[in-house]
T-cell receptor, first 115, second 110 residues
Framework: DSGVTQTPKHLITATGQRVTLRCSPRSGDLSVYWYQQSLDQGLQFLIQYYNGEERAKGNILERFSAQQFPDLHSELNLSSLELGDSALYFC??????????????FGEGSRLTVL | EDQVTQSPEALRLQEGESSSLNCSYTVSGLRGLFWYRQDPGKGPEFLFTLYSAGEEKEKERLKATLTKKESFLHITAPKPEDSATYLCAVRDNAGNMLTFGGGTRLMVKP
């Protein structure tokens, strides 16, 4: 158990809909990262937050947004969903947020299926 | 842009048959190379961090090594429970996130 909690574990929805994925980081971790994993793309970095502030952005679509709240939990919002958004979405956390950060601790993921 | 390439994509071994997984990387200013293990339906689990060429880390049957252009994950006398996908990732001196390779799916038959 990594200590990172993600909900929901599974989500099935239709094209055009909007969903919210939630992540609670390990106790004491200030950084939260969101990754998308699909069969053909592997693990792709989406976005990082550190203590409530956006710190780094990857190949995140404009239809996707995220935020980190004062209690350090994070939410990833996916809107106008398309079939190609079906994937595993992972949240990870780490103690700090800079280039010297150690390892990331991953949750078990939220599997999104768009029909 | 950082690039990480892992080979082979899949590897089948008999129990006890040692082998190595390769991770080749291109990065501007390596600030860490990371190995993770991922079981089906689970999140990646951290194994090792290597920071400089020549560094080695060991854990049970796994040993990770690092050169200036690649890293190897050596698996000695593997057991079926070592079956998983092994992911390699790098962090550069400008980014805060990890860039992952495509992984090597290891299957160990009893």
């Amino acid at each position: 158990d990594s200590g990172v909690t993600q909900t929901p574990k599974h989500l099935i929805t239709a094209t055009g809909q909007r969903v919210t994925l939630r992540c609670s980081p390990r106790s004491g971790d200030l950084s939260v990262y969101w990754y998308q994993q699909s069969l053909d793309q592997g693990l792709q970095f989406l976005i990082q937050y550190y203590n409530g502030e956006e710190r780094a952005k990857g190949n995140i679509l404009e239809r996707f947004s995220a935020q980190q709240f004062p209690d350090l939990h994070s939410e990833l919002n996916l809107s106008s969903l398309e079939l190609g958004d079906s994937a595993l979405y992972f949240c990870a956390s780490s103690r700090a947020g800079g280039a010297n950060t150690g390892e990331l601790f991953f949750g078990e993921g939220s599997r999104l299926t768009v029909l | 842009e950082d690039q990480v390439t892992q080979s082979p994509e899949a590897l089948r071994l008999q129990e006890g048959e040692s082998s190595s997984l390769n991770c080749s990387y291109t990065v501007s200013g390596l600030r860490g190379l990371f190995w993770y293990r991922q079981d089906p339906g689970k999140g990646p689990e951290f194994l090792f961090t290597l920071y400089s060429a020549g560094e080695e880390k060991e854990k049970e049957r796994l040993k990770a090594t690092l050169t200036k252009k690649e890293s190897f994950l050596h698996i000695t006398a593997p057991k079926p429970e070592d079956s998983a996908t092994y992911l390699c990732a790098v962090r550069d001196n400008a980014g805060n996130m990890l860039t992952f390779g495509g992984g090597t799916r290891l299957m160990v038959k009893p």
